[in-house]
């Protein structure tokens, strides 16, 4: 059974030691020094057998989790693909009716106009108003897997941490990098080379409950440094890792439904409401303070008729 308790005293565990193989040395040495599992076993088979059973009990579930992983990320991708086409429909509309409406003006000028004079552009109110529906979407990098995907890493996030997944070389080893986690900076560093990732952090991190590894990456043929970050403000989202790196946009951001069920009920009714903002600020409509002001409004015009609310501004 797993026991998340352990997992914080592990993880700095595996950091000092300095990988899979000698954090294992490191275990059953403590077996072998502090307990009987060896001497007291009634054969080797016995204590194999134990060994053997943990690991196909983990694995099999390691197994599920991966399959699992691979589903969620195939649905990612299938709605990213269905969002991308949505935009490019919406913009492709929008210049249809760009080019109609400079048809339009072009087609109704006089038979007798000058050839001198320039053709009058579009109407400037038309033109402003798109750019503010443009505006209200944010600006940044369509987020992937609420992160990005950069030349030298790449890294996705929850509201609690983020991911950052950065490429070695094969055959380097745990002894053989430098990670460096502060509060607001990261180093990411091979001996003998320039570091990978080096820089301020955008927000503040948890340096208790952050921590990283090294696996090899069979898909590519080198190894991934995994780091995780636990944010300070598990309220928000964050735009990039690195300061000056590409930012997301975060008005993209969508978190997975199945991690609101592990909040708890104030956190949860937060995020949601954050998301349904998000939302009505995407389609150019109230949010839910602006239209809790707007119902209040209506609701006293309607106690009080022989009020002349015509000038009534919403503040």
Request: aromatic residues 6%.
């Amino acid at each position: 059974m797993d026991d998340e308790r352990f997992d914080g005293m592990l993880i700095n565990l595996a950091q000092q030691v300095g990988g899979i193989d000698n954090l294992l040395d490191t275990f059953f040495g403590f077996l072998r020094r502090k307990t009987d599992f060896f001497a007291g076993a009634a054969d080797e088979n016995a204590a194999k057998a134990s060994v053997l059973k943990a690991f196909q009990r983990n694995k099999e579930r390691a197994d599920e989790e991966a399959k699992e992983k691979a589903i969620k990320e195939k649905k990612r991708k299938a709605e990213e693909e269905a969002r991308r086409k949505k935009i490019e429909s919406e913009k492709a509309k929008q210049q249809k009716q760009e080019e109609s409406r400079i048809e339009d003006i072009t087609d109704g000028e006089p038979a007798g106009a000058s050839s001198a004079e320039p053709p009058k552009p579009p109407p400037p109110a038309a033109k402003a108003e798109g750019e503010e529906a443009d505006e209200s979407e944010g600006k940044g990098l369509v987020p992937i897997n609420n992160g990005a995907v950069y030349d030298n890493y790449s890294w996705t996030q929850s509201l609690q941490d983020l991911v950052v997944t950065v490429p070695i070389p094969a055959g380097v080893k745990a002894k053989d990098l430098t990670v460096d986690i502060q509060k607001k900076a990261l180093k990411v560093k091979v001996k003998g080379h320039d570091a990978v990732v080096d820089g301020e952090l955008e927000k503040t991190v948890k340096l208790e409950d952050s921590f990283w590894s090294v696996e090899d990456n069979p898909k590519g043929g080198n190894r991934l440094v995994t780091i995780t970050l636990t944010k300070i403000n598990q309220m928000e989202w964050w735009k990039t890792v690195i300061v000056g790196d590409p930012e997301i946009n975060t008005q993209k951001v969508e978190p997975e439904n199945s991690k609101l069920a592990d909040l708890d009920g104030d956190t949860r009714q937060t995020v949601e409401k954050m998301m349904y903002d998000q939302r009505q600020k995407a389609a150019g409509l109230p949010t839910a303070d602006e239209q809790g002001k707007q119902d209040m409004l209506k609701k006293f015009m309607e106690q009080h008729p022989e009020m002349d609310f015509s000038k009534a501004k919403i503040c």
